[in-house]
């Protein structure tokens, strides 16, 4: 999720209680809410080592004790005041939980297991931003503010004011709980729609329904068959009509996909990517080459890259130069 949702948990998660279990909570389970992200640092070594590295180690059950002691370690050395140590540490790991939580439920996933398993786990529920959970948040985080203002009782007793923040608080996060659960059996709906339709004569192999920002009820349908790909608008409100989707064959085999496969470039890109759909096409140059692209196909299509990866390949079947980009979808 985006830094700001992970940024009203922390919050939220110290106004519903946990701000008696140290002082200097709040800070506390901001920075454990977002020390996941510190993976950022690897965007200097250039976006292909931003894939590699972001929603690494620091996103796994392995790395949770040291994120956790991180974010208590800085506020305490920043404060020079004491702390509960047992409560922050506690605190603090909740806070980092949340924040894998909160990537899981996303379509990019994490590698929860590492090191002990490089496998992405994704459960395809909110997208990286959700404007439901935006509104509520902002709503949780105003909300003592206006009551505030509206309540005179308020402005003479500050514990009136921190009980308003904590109930604001509670709703927020009960809200996420609730509304996940609810994406939750909207996507289980929208994935066996998609499977009990066929697409051009052929049976689905996989299929996957992907979130969007705005409307719970509409997703986007990610079939694969043997022979293509079908991406098609989801309305659970409405008929679904599969003869509508856009379709992406898949290429034959070619000895350029082979030697593509050969890069570090497109290897890395593949142990992301779990939606490849291939595509080869003439190159202008050198004479008799080929450009080899491959595409995510959850996060675009060829007519609209997101995340996609390339190899130009000579006449010879040798790899001239690779790229990869993150495309519309932009590093997260």
């Known amino acids: 999720m985006d830094t700001l949702t992970h940024t009203a948990v922390g919050l ?16 506390i389970l901001i920075l454990a809410a977002n020390v996941p992200d510190i993976d950022i640092v690897a965007a200097a070594g250039g976006s292909l080592n931003y894939l590699h590295y972001h929603r690494h180690l620091t996103h796994s059950l392995a790395a949770m004790p040291l994120m956790a002691l991180l974010p208590v370690l800085l506020v305490r050395a920043a404060g020079r005041k004491p702390i509960r140590w047992a409560g922050a540490y506690c605190a603090a790991l909740l806070a980092v939980a949340s924040h894998l939580l909160l990537d ?8 929860l297991f590492l090191p002990f398993s490089t496998d992405w786990l994704r459960l395809d529920l909110n ?12 709503l949780a985080v105003a909300g003592p503010f206006l009551a505030r203002l509206v309540g005179s009782e308020i402005a003479s007793g500050g514990l009136r004011e921190r009980r308003h923040g904590r109930g604001f608080a509670v709703f927020a996060l009960s ?8 994406r939750a059996v909207l996507r289980a709906r929208a994935d066996a729609t998609l499977e009990a339709r066929i697409y051009r004569g052929s049976v689905p192999l996989r299929v ?6 705005a409307n719970p009820l509409r997703w986007r349908g990610l079939v694969e068959t043997a022979d293509f790909y079908a991406v098609a608008d989801v309305n659970l409100a409405g008929e679904f009509d599969p003869s ?11 000895p350029a996909l082979e030697a593509a496969r050969s890069s570090a470039t497109i290897r890395e890109f593949l142990r992301f990517s779990q939606f490849p759909l291939w595509r080869v096409t003439p190159a202008a140059e050198p004479e008799n080459s080929r450009l ?6 959850r996060f675009g299509s060829p007519q609209a890259p997101g995340l996609m990866a390339s190899a130009l390949i000579d006449s010879a079947n040798r790899v001239v130069r ?3 980009q993150f495309g519309r979808i932009g590093p997260r």
């Open 127 to 138: 997208n990286v931003v959700d404007l439901w959970i935006w509104a509520v948040f902002f």
């Open 244 to 254: 509508s989707a856009a379709v992406f064959p898949k290429p034959e085999p070619d």
């Open 104 to 111: 899981l439920t996303t379509s990019y996933g994490i590698r």
């Open 322 to 324: 690779t790229s990869f």
């Open 12 to 27: 939220f998660l110290c106004r519903a209680g946990m701000n008696r279990w140290t002082p200097r909570a709040a800070p």
């Open 175 to 182: 809200f996420l709980l609730l509304y996940d659960c609810g």
């Open 292 to 297: 080899v692209e491959v595409f995510d196909m």
């Open 208 to 213: 996957a329904a992907l979130p969007g920002a």
